[in-house]
Nanobody, 125 residues
Protein backbone atom coordinates (compact mmCIF):
# COMPACT_ATOMS: atom_id res chain seq x y z
CA UNK A 1 0.00 0.00 0.00
CA UNK A 2 1.28 3.41 -0.91
CA UNK A 3 -0.08 6.84 -0.17
CA UNK A 4 1.54 9.84 -1.76
CA UNK A 5 0.71 13.36 -0.66
CA UNK A 6 1.71 16.29 -2.79
CA UNK A 7 0.68 19.80 -3.69
CA UNK A 8 2.16 21.75 -0.82
CA UNK A 9 3.99 25.02 -1.24
CA UNK A 10 4.40 28.59 -0.12
CA UNK A 11 1.35 30.84 -0.23
CA UNK A 12 0.38 34.19 1.21
CA UNK A 13 -2.26 34.50 3.88
CA UNK A 14 -5.70 34.50 2.31
CA UNK A 15 -4.52 32.34 -0.55
CA UNK A 16 -5.37 28.78 -1.47
CA UNK A 17 -3.76 25.44 -2.18
CA UNK A 18 -5.04 22.02 -3.17
CA UNK A 19 -3.34 18.97 -1.74
CA UNK A 20 -3.66 15.57 -3.38
CA UNK A 21 -3.33 12.11 -1.85
CA UNK A 22 -2.78 9.34 -4.37
CA UNK A 23 -3.56 5.83 -3.07
CA UNK A 24 -2.44 2.53 -4.54
CA UNK A 25 -1.74 -1.08 -3.66
CA UNK A 26 -5.16 -2.31 -2.54
CA UNK A 27 -8.88 -1.71 -2.75
CA UNK A 28 -9.85 1.19 -0.55
CA UNK A 29 -13.64 0.91 -0.78
CA UNK A 30 -13.96 0.17 2.96
CA UNK A 31 -11.44 2.78 4.01
CA UNK A 32 -11.50 6.34 5.16
CA UNK A 33 -8.83 8.80 4.09
CA UNK A 34 -7.74 11.39 6.58
CA UNK A 35 -5.58 14.47 6.35
CA UNK A 36 -3.44 15.37 9.35
CA UNK A 37 -0.93 18.13 9.88
CA UNK A 38 2.02 18.70 12.13
CA UNK A 39 3.52 22.07 12.89
CA UNK A 40 7.02 22.39 14.37
CA UNK A 41 7.00 21.49 18.04
CA UNK A 42 3.37 20.40 17.99
CA UNK A 43 1.49 17.13 17.90
CA UNK A 44 0.15 15.78 14.65
CA UNK A 45 -3.50 16.80 14.47
CA UNK A 46 -6.52 15.76 12.47
CA UNK A 47 -7.62 18.12 9.72
CA UNK A 48 -10.29 16.34 7.68
CA UNK A 49 -11.47 12.89 6.73
CA UNK A 50 -13.73 11.28 4.15
CA UNK A 51 -15.01 7.81 3.40
CA UNK A 52 -13.64 6.37 0.20
CA UNK A 53 -17.11 6.25 -1.30
CA UNK A 54 -17.64 9.87 -0.29
CA UNK A 55 -20.82 9.50 1.77
CA UNK A 56 -19.39 11.07 4.94
CA UNK A 57 -16.80 13.67 5.77
CA UNK A 58 -15.56 15.35 8.90
CA UNK A 59 -13.46 18.43 9.66
CA UNK A 60 -11.52 19.88 12.53
CA UNK A 61 -13.18 23.00 13.90
CA UNK A 62 -10.14 25.05 12.97
CA UNK A 63 -10.65 24.42 9.23
CA UNK A 64 -14.42 24.18 8.90
CA UNK A 65 -15.71 26.52 6.24
CA UNK A 66 -12.24 26.97 4.74
CA UNK A 67 -11.11 23.46 3.76
CA UNK A 68 -12.97 20.93 1.65
CA UNK A 69 -12.10 17.27 1.33
CA UNK A 70 -13.22 15.31 -1.71
CA UNK A 71 -12.35 12.18 -3.60
CA UNK A 72 -12.06 10.90 -7.14
CA UNK A 73 -12.40 7.13 -7.03
CA UNK A 74 -11.51 6.76 -10.69
CA UNK A 75 -8.18 8.45 -10.01
CA UNK A 76 -7.70 6.83 -6.58
CA UNK A 77 -7.06 10.30 -5.25
CA UNK A 78 -8.38 12.34 -2.34
CA UNK A 79 -8.06 16.10 -2.41
CA UNK A 80 -7.91 18.75 0.27
CA UNK A 81 -8.90 22.15 -1.04
CA UNK A 82 -7.61 24.78 1.35
CA UNK A 83 -8.97 28.32 1.05
CA UNK A 84 -8.48 31.46 3.13
CA UNK A 85 -5.21 30.11 4.41
CA UNK A 86 -3.77 31.50 7.63
CA UNK A 87 -0.22 31.49 8.96
CA UNK A 88 -1.35 29.03 11.62
CA UNK A 89 -2.13 26.53 8.86
CA UNK A 90 1.60 26.22 8.26
CA UNK A 91 2.57 22.60 8.81
CA UNK A 92 3.58 19.38 7.15
CA UNK A 93 0.40 17.75 5.86
CA UNK A 94 0.00 13.98 5.78
CA UNK A 95 -2.66 11.73 4.35
CA UNK A 96 -3.55 8.41 5.92
CA UNK A 97 -5.87 5.46 5.33
CA UNK A 98 -7.82 3.56 7.96
CA UNK A 99 -10.93 1.44 8.38
CA UNK A 100 -12.76 3.02 11.32
CA UNK A 101 -16.40 3.72 10.53
CA UNK A 102 -16.93 5.89 13.61
CA UNK A 103 -16.50 9.59 12.94
CA UNK A 104 -15.29 10.18 16.48
CA UNK A 105 -12.32 7.89 15.83
CA UNK A 106 -11.26 9.64 12.65
CA UNK A 107 -9.36 12.20 14.72
CA UNK A 108 -7.25 9.50 16.34
CA UNK A 109 -3.92 8.83 14.66
CA UNK A 110 -4.03 5.19 15.79
CA UNK A 111 -7.17 4.63 13.69
CA UNK A 112 -5.07 4.76 10.53
CA UNK A 113 -3.09 1.85 9.12
CA UNK A 114 -1.20 3.55 6.34
CA UNK A 115 0.48 6.92 6.09
CA UNK A 116 1.94 8.87 3.24
CA UNK A 117 4.96 11.09 3.33
CA UNK A 118 4.22 14.67 4.23
CA UNK A 119 3.98 17.73 2.06
CA UNK A 120 4.98 21.12 3.44
CA UNK A 121 2.49 23.96 3.46
CA UNK A 122 3.82 27.37 4.43
CA UNK A 123 1.53 30.37 4.76
CA UNK A 124 3.23 33.73 4.99
CA UNK A 125 1.65 36.69 6.74
Amino acid sequence: VQLQAFGGGLVQAGGFLTLSCSASGRTFSNYIIGWFRQAPGKEREFVAGITWIGDRSNYADSVKGRFTISGDNAENTVYLQMNSLKPEDTAVYYCAAGTSRLNKLWVVKGSYDYWGQGTQVTVSS
